[in-house]
Structures are given as structure tokens and as C-alpha cells.
């Protein structure tokens, strides 16, 4: 986020830096979403889900540096948030999921973001995971169906379980990650998105492994979303950060681990954290972690935790 935007989101708010959030103890997992800002996001920085944002995100205090991965026609996953090659790269029209790897490779992923970052291309997750400072980790969100998670698993076997963390909308995903690999922690992305269309909130996911929209149009059932994390024997939720007002108690009931996203504004962080938030997706993480810190809070890295 630009620094223009966060004050002006302070203003708006009547907060200033240092009265952003309200003074409060404990630990907040700070998660850079793809690394720094997208399109309209943190100008300056890198282009998402790029090596250089990776190391951009973990420079500038992140905890945790959230990606998206999908997998080649040949086999590679790599690093991308959409579908297509249409909107970050320079070669228009391709499906990520049928094109080579070495095609890929040729695509600068970083031009339209300015020339200075015409060198960077797609990265692999391996190449992602070497660049994995001791203490911080990976929030790796898988795009597609339960018929890749061998495939990312195999480029992640090295890293310790306490420096990967797994997410996917698609719960046959989220659960095909937690039966191959029990010890590695996994949450649903829940989209509750309040949709006026139905005078309520949506409980909005995928399934299979073509990963199927389910759910946007249904009323937000918290309990059975609850019930489904605990029957998947997932870790927790990861949701937008308008929720159910109950969904946070049903959470924390549970014994389960909530994070939101993403979450810039000073007003909606601090709502969340009020509602016990274990983790907080931003575009905005280093004045996340200055709100963070002038109210009395730390980071997983600042109170020499892991994540």
C-alpha cells in the first residue's frame, strides 16, 4: 500500500501512526501478502509473486510471505496468482497450467510493473524456498486441485514443518495436503464476503479437482464451516476480513487457527485483532508492523518466535 493511502486511511479514521490500533499485548503473525503489493499496491516494490517480492516481504519484517503456486504442463509449480499470463507478464493468453516450463521462462513477469523490473521472471517454489530466512516462513496457497499437492509437497520436503504453512479455497485440497503430510499445518480460505444479493454473508469455496465455485450464493453457515475443518482435520481458517460476527468464537471454540486478508486499513486490523485473529494478511507490511509495534504488540520474528 502506498504510504499516502495508510494515512490517509488514518485520517479517515482519526488515528495517526502511533494511535493506529489500540494499545493491546501479544503477538500477531505478520503475513506480506504475494510478497509486497500488487497492481495498485506499494508502488515502488516489486511485482508480486516475484523473487525479488519474496525478499522484499521477509526485508521489510514479514513473519511469513504469502504465495500463490500453480503447476506447468510440464510438471514445475511456480509462482503466479492467476489462471492466465494476461495481467503480470508480457506474454498475453496462456494458461499456466498448459504451458512449459521453459515457455514460461521466456516471459518477463516483472515489465508491467516498470522496466526497472523487466529482468524478473516466474520463479519456481524451489527456487522461493531457498531464499527462506531462518525464524520466517512460507504461506503457500495452492490455486489448483487435489491432483498437484504431490508435487508441491515434494518441492517443500526440505524446509521444516514451523516454516510452511499450506492454504487453498479448494477443501479437497486443503485436505489432500493434510493426509500426505499430517505434521504440516493447513487452513481453508473461506470467502465471507457479505453479499446483499442474499441479505447475508456467503461461505464462498472451491472443490475437485477442477476446483468448482461452491458456496457463493449460499447463506454462511459458521458451524458446518467449522465442522468441515475438523472433519479435514485442518489446522484453522483463513478468511477475508469481513466475516460472521460469530465466526470468530466458533473459531477460537474449536481450538483452531484463524488468519485474515487481506487487511490494510488501521480499522479493520484493529477489529480483527480484538476478535483474536491469529495472523494477519497485509499489502501494507511495513506499516502494519509499525501500527503493530506502537501499540504495544509484536511480530512472531520480533518476540523470537516461530511462525
Known sequence: MRREQALAA???????PDTALTPRTGVARLVAHRGSGHEHNDPSAPPENT??????????GADAVEVDVWRTADGVVVLHHDATTDRTTDLPGRQITDVAHTDLQRASAGRWKGTQWSAQTIPTLAQVAEVVPPGRALVVEIEEGPQVVPDVLAVLSGLPADQVMFI???????AEVKRSASDRRVLWIVDTTPRWQIGGWAQGHRRGSGSVRAGFDEPADVAWLVDQVLRHDLDGLDTMVAYPPEL????????????????????????????GAWGITTDNTTQVREWLLNAGMTTAVGAGRAF
Not at 10 to 16: E, K, N, S
Not at 51 to 60: N, Q, R
Not at 251 to 275: E, F, H, K, S, Y
Open 248 to 275: 470468530p468464537a466458533a473459531v477460537a471454540g474449536a481450538g483452531l487457527l484463524w488468519m485474515v486478508w487481506t487487511a490494510n486499513d488501521p480499522r479493520v486490523i484493529d477489529q480483527c485483532l480484538a476478535d
Open 10 to 16: 488514518l485520517a479517515a479514521a482519526h488515528r495517526t
Open 51 to 60: 523473487l525479488a517480492a519474496v525478499e522484499y516481504g521477509f526485508a521489510h
Open 168 to 174: 487453498s479455497k479448494n477443501l479437497d485440497t486443503a
